[in-house]
């Protein structure tokens, strides 16, 4: 097993509303909390709130491990692409995209993390694999919820 090799996850969700209605819930930082419920204390860490070069950090707890997640955005195309690099002690990315389809908005969602710690975080990360993937798929169904029951993200 390659010790640095990223696992990857992928999700995807139909929600019934255009990108522009599903955007503000993917900025809306301080109110991440309300469909990813793995994170909290959500904070931006720059001076501007909006584009690429935005840092932010939260913290992170899975299967117990509880670490701080600091992020930047690298990519920043309202209300279509919008992408992180995760710069803890997990690497990697994630990748939202918001596709506009007849009946509204398909999300692709893609993390793509490096475990840290050698071969210990290999493994580990391999072991969590499938919970991971089920809490992940689950802040999508949380966050398809809150865009068309129109809650307010701002």
Known sequence: MRMNRPVVFKMSIDIKLPPEAVWPFLVDWERLHLWMKEGREFRVTSPHREGTGVTAEATIRIAGISTTDPIRISRWEPPRTLEMEHLGWVKGSGLMHCHAHATGTRIEWTETLTPPWGI??????????????????????????????????K
């Open 120 to 153: 210990l975080g290999a493994v580990g990360m391999r072991l969590l694999k499938p919970l991971m993937r089920r809490i992940f798929a689950s802040d999508l169904r949380r966050l398809k919820g809150l865009v068309e029951r129109g809650l307010k993200s």
